[in-house]
C-alpha cells in the first residue's frame, strides 16, 4: 500500500526552538507539500517542492523553511518554533500531473 | 489568488438524515475539483470531478460538479455515525503558470452524525 509516512504523531516543543518535521513517501511521486490545518481555516499551503532541491512558497510560508535533498523526503524547518505555529500539520505527495493527493496522517505540534 | 469557499462550516444531523455539503470556488483555470474525508487521521479520497454535471457516485455519497456556477455538492443519504469526519473541498487550479497540481482548499466541513 502506498504511503506517506510523517516521522511524528505528537510533538511538544518550547518557544524559541527549532522544530524538524519529517515527510517520507514511497511512490516516486515529484510534488511534495507542507500544510498547517487550524479550526475555521483549512488547510493552508506552507511549502511545496515540485523536485529535488526545489521549492515553492505557499500561502503562508513565513516563520518556516523547507528542506528537499531527496525525492522521497521533505521536511519542514521551523526556524524559532512560537506558540502561533502551534497546530496540525500535513504533509502530502503527489504526481507532478496532479489528480490529488496522498496525504500523511499529521503532525499535531504545541508550541508551550 | 484562488479560492475555495465551503458551507455549512458545520451540521449536526441523526442517524437516516441526508445531508448536502457546498463547495464554491473562483480559480484562474479549472482543472478539477475534489472532495477527501478527514476522520483522526490523514484525509481520505472521495472523489475527483473535472466535467460539469456528469454525477460520481460510491455507495450513499454521490457529488455533482457546476463549472459554470462555479460550485460542487457532496451529498450523503442514510447518514451513519462513521460519516462523522471533516468534509474537504479543494480545487486544482492553474494560477497563470505550472500549479504542479498544488490543491486550495475550503475550510471543510464539520459533520456530526448521532444515533
Known amino acids: 500500500d502506498v504511503k506517506v509516512t510523517q516521522s511524528s504523531r505528537y510533538l511538544v516543543k518550547r518557544t524559541g526552538e527549532k522544530v524538524f518535521l519529517e515527510c517520507v513517501q514511497d511512490?516516486?511521486?515529484?510534488?511534495m507539500f507542507w500544510y498547517r490545518q487550524d479550526p475555521g481555516l483549512g488547510l493552508r499551503l506552507i511549502y511545496f517542492s515540485y523536485d529535488v532541491k526545489m521549492k515553492e512558497k505557499g500561502d503562508i510560508p513565513e516563520g518556516y523553511s523547507v528542506s528537499r535533498e531527496k525525492k522521497e523526503r521533505f521536511s519542514l524547518i521551523l526556524e524559532s518554533a512560537s506558540t502561533n505555529q502551534t497546530s496540525m500539520y500535513l504533509c502530502?505527495?503527489?504526481?507532478?500531473?496532479?489528480?490529488?493527493?496522498?496525504f500523511g496522517s499529521g503532525t499535531r505540534l504545541t508550541v508551550v | 489568488e484562488d479560492k475555495v469557499v465551503q458551507s455549512p462550516l458545520s451540521l449536526v444531523v441523526h442517524e437516516g438524515d441526508t445531508v448536502t455539503l457546498n463547495c464554491s470556488y473562483e480559480v484562474t483555470n479549472f482543472r478539477s475539483l475534489l472532495w477527501y474525508k478527514q476522520e483522526k487521521k490523514a484525509p481520505t479520497f472521495l472523489f475527483m470531478l473535472t466535467s460539469s454535471g456528469i454525477e460520481k457516485k460510491s455507495g450513499r455519497l454521490s457529488s455533482i460538479l457546476d463549472k459554470k456556477e462555479l460550485f460542487s455538492i457532496l451529498n450523503i443519504t442514510a447518514t451513519q455515525t462513521g460519516d462523522s469526519a471533516i468534509y474537504l473541498c479543494?480545487?486544482?487550479?492553474?494560477?497563470?503558470?505550472?500549479?504542479?497540481?498544488?490543491?486550495?482548499f475550503g475550510q471543510g466541513t464539520i459533520l456530526t452524525v448521532h444515533p
Open positions: 502530502a505527495s503527489s504526481l507532478l500531473s496532479g489528480r490529488g493527493y496522498t
Open positions: 479543494a480545487v486544482d487550479g492553474n494560477a497563470g503558470g505550472t500549479s504542479y497540481g498544488k490543491l486550495t
Open positions: 511512490m516516486d511521486h515529484e510534488n
